[in-house]
């Protein structure tokens, strides 16, 4: 089974300007949740999206947005580039089943798209 | 101070040892308790999922969570220099906010032939 793709894997902006990457879950999965990484703040939760739905949110601010398609694959924007935006932002796809059955829904991560903001 | 701290720092073992990584926490509504390895210019792979205390095994690899104290561990058995990597433990509470996963800052592991 093919797992989480992300693309663009790299990415070179300028401040300023704005930026959108997707997503594809694992077929099958219907939550994709949006993480940012990087070296001083670690790996942080951005959104979760589920059916077509924000379902959760971080902490970040309104400049991050996202969306979700009826096939579950996923975009995330970020409008207004700032320098403090360059990371790795991962996508993690679930399975999501209602009523939460514990042992299957976990996460898993794809390679992540590295933004480098100039 | 962070809802996650991992513990230790960096670590450098040799190879065959039995290694362990540590993480507390202070956010008792977590009942989800993951470990993921990250390679270099990887995304986190699953290593271990747990739901709430008690322990669990993998191979080489036993997961621990003890609720009372807020403490988790990863113990890796005899140890490969394949497993060289970065250790980050990760948490969430139940219920919709099982996939918001708040991480540690992640433990850099070497093992060395």
């Known amino acids: 089974k093919a797992g989480v793709t992300q693309t663009p894997r790299y990415l070179i902006k300028t401040r300023g300007q704005q930026v959108t990457l997707s997503c594809s879950p694992i077929s099958g999965h219907r939550s994709v949740s949006w993480y940012q990484q990087t070296p001083g703040q670690g790996l942080q939760f951005l959104f979760e999206y589920f059916s077509e739905t924000q379902r959760n949110k971080g902490n970040f601010p309104g400049r991050f947005s996202g969306r979700q398609f009826s096939n579950s694959r996923s975009e995330m924007n970020v409008s207004t580039l700032e320098l403090g935006d360059s990371a790795l932002y991962l996508c993690?796809?679930?399975?999501?089943?209602?009523?939460?059955?514990?042992?299957?829904?976990?996460?898993?991560f794809g390679p992540g798209t590295r933004l480098t903001v100039l | 101070q962070k809802e996650v701290e991992q513990d230790p720092g960096p670590l450098s073992v040799p190879e065959g040892a039995i290694v362990s990584l540590n993480c507390t926490y202070s956010n008792s509504a977590f009942q989800y308790f993951m470990w993921y390895r990250q390679y270099s210019r990887k995304g986190p792979e699953l290593l271990m999922y747990?739901?709430?205390?008690g322990n669990k095994e993998d191979g080489r690899f036993t997961a621990q969570v003890d609720k009372s104290s807020k403490y988790i561990s990863l113990f890796i058995r005899d140890s490969q220099p394949s497993d060289s990597a970065t250790y980050l433990c990760?948490?969430?509470?139940?219920?919709?906010?099982?996939?918001?996963?708040?991480f540690g800052s992640g433990t850099q592991l070497t093992v060395l032939p």
């Open positions: 993690a796809s679930s399975r999501r089943l209602a009523g939460g059955e514990r042992s299957t829904d976990t996460q898993y």
């Open positions: 990760a948490m969430s509470a139940g219920g919709g906010s099982a996939r918001q996963l708040t």
């Open positions: 747990t739901y709430s205390s």
